[in-house]
């Protein structure tokens, strides 16, 4: 039977799907990831300024201590635009939870949108190296950063945040790998898997929270 072309954009259970089946085709061992997984699910953030700022609210933080940011955040009167975000006080924003650092890369992005230099519109449709390019040429973005915004605010069908720790603990561990990938060669890896990297990425994190859960912690 020959497989529904999946939808370019990874915002639904049924796109996510479809690209896991294809990522199985392209590469078997993947299959027992797919069943051990179970069901993926969407994560989509609001696109633009508001996204941008939320995925720099979880760096390196725990889902639950982002969350929490992110709901005071999200609450304060003018928080979500790029203008009104440049009249709010530091003060006001470090109350929400942010650092000084965060405060401030936020800022750099809004001023960057306001001056019309950051256009996060037509990000969807740039192949995923440009994309990444694109973002990470504006101060305060970094890869992991601009790769997290496209997968999950923008959509976009191929990007692997090859930096992420829980998605190289759960390559090796999904993978049987002898030992924890490099980032240079996650990035080797997971080009085998274009042009469905993002589904790959949202598979193998479900694949880590649910052998966290099962085993305490993924070795």
């Not at 192949?127 to 915004?149: F, R, S």
Request: charged fraction near 20%; charge should be negative; glycine fraction near 8%.
């Amino acid at each position: 039977m020959t497989p529904i072309p999946p939808s370019p954009r990874i915002d639904s259970a049924e796109a996510i799907a479809a690209h896991i089946e294809l990522l199985v085709s392209i590469d078997p061992r993947l299959a027992a990831v797919r069943d051990f997984a179970g069901p993926v699910a969407p994560r989509i953030n609001p696109p633009g300024f508001a996204g941008m700022a939320k995925v720099i609210t979880g760096q390196q933080l725990s889902v639950t201590s982002a969350a929490a940011i992110w709901g005071r955040f999200e609450q304060l009167p003018g928080a979500l635009d790029p203008l009104t975000y440049l009249a709010l006080s530091e003060e006001a924003v470090r109350a929400t939870g942010f650092s000084g650092g965060k405060f401030r890369t936020v800022r750099v992005i809004a001023e960057a949108m306001v001056a019309g230099e950051l256009d996060f519109s037509h990000l969807e449709t740039l192949p995923a190296d440009e994309a990444v390019a694109y973002l990470v040429a504006h101060k305060g973005i970094g890869p992991w950063t601009a790769e997290v915004y496209l997968m999950f605010c923008a959509g976009h069908p191929d990007v692997f945040p090859a930096g992420d720790l829980a998605l190289l603990k759960a390559v090796q561990h999904g993978l049987g790998l002898d030992a924890r990938p490099s980032i240079k060669e996650m990035i080797r890896i997971a080009a085998s898997w274009a042009p469905y990297r993002s589904a790959a990425a949202l598979l193998f994190w479900r694949y880590f929270a649910v052998m966290r859960d099962r085993e305490g912690i993924l070795l």
